[in-house]
């Protein structure tokens, strides 16, 4: 019986099909993903010169004042700790 289902090509294994679907999933998956890749893109808008330059101006304007904040910080906290190893009797 094995022999006959082999040579008229009726054994369809069921390892076979999954693998075959699981397969078309992943193409299917795929192709819907870079469609919405591509509507998303569309969407996309440069931004002019103008807008650049501001942006630009904001991040390095706040990227000092962050550095600058956080150097004073730093320092009292670091004089704070001197201070207080210093009277607990260090050197």
């Known amino acids: 019986m094995a022999k006959a289902a082999l040579a008229t090509g009726e054994d369809r294994s069921p390892q076979k099909s999954t693998t075959t679907n699981q397969l078309t999933g992943y ?8 469609k919405d890749v591509r509507g998303e893109m569309r969407k996309v ?11 630009t101006t904001v991040v390095i304007v706040s990227v000092f ?7 004073v910080v730093d320092s009292v906290f670091g004089s704070a700790l001197k201070w207080l190893l210093h009277w607990l009797g260090g050197q």
Do not use: G, N
Request: hydrophobic letters at 50%; glycine letters at 0%.
């Open 27 to 34: 193409w299917t998956r795929t192709i819907d993903f870079l």
């Open 45 to 55: 808008v440069t931004p002019s010169w103008k807008e650049v330059q501001s942006t």
């Open 65 to 71: 004042v962050f550095a600058a904040f956080f150097y």
